[in-house]
């Protein structure tokens, strides 16, 4: 088993930065990469990014390029997302997911096997 906690969730306004960060524990050693994905009220769960332990690759949403940036601490088992320059549209809950199997693409949620319970990012404008 895998637990994932996030924090660092909260209220920013437009064009400021929040720095999200999940926290893992358990079976972490069976980590293959973790992922962060966001849900707006209303809207489908979306992918934000991923890293993968090992070598430390990040895939982005397009989308996402530029202003979202994923660094991980495999001796913290902690992953971190720096977003910057937030929009209103980027308010949503945040969530980490681990996945277990060395599979491609990073984008694919039903791929994850472990899921944090979010954190929530408000973006006034």
């Known amino acids: 088993q895998v637990q994932l906690v996030e924090s660092g969730g909260g209220l920013v306004q437009a064009g400021g930065s929040l720095r999200l960060a999940c926290a893992a524990s358990g079976r972490t050693f069976s980590i293959w990469a973790l992922g962060w994905f966001r849900q707006a009220p209303g809207k489908e769960r979306e992918f934000v990014g991923a890293?993968?332990?090992?070598?430390?690759?990040?895939v982005y949403a397009d989308s996402l390029k530029g202003r979202f940036t994923i660094s991980g601490d495999n001796a913290k088992n902690t992953v971190f997302l720096q977003m910057n320059s937030l929009k209103p549209e980027d308010t949503a809950v945040y969530y980490c997911?681990?996945?277990?199997?060395?599979?491609?693409?990073?984008?694919?949620?039903?791929?994850?096997?472990?899921w944090g319970q979010g954190t929530q990012v408000t973006v006034s404008s």
């Open positions: 890293i993968t332990r090992s070598d430390g690759d990040t």
């Open positions: 997911a681990a996945r277990l199997k060395g599979l491609r693409p990073l984008s694919q949620g039903r791929f994850y096997d472990y």
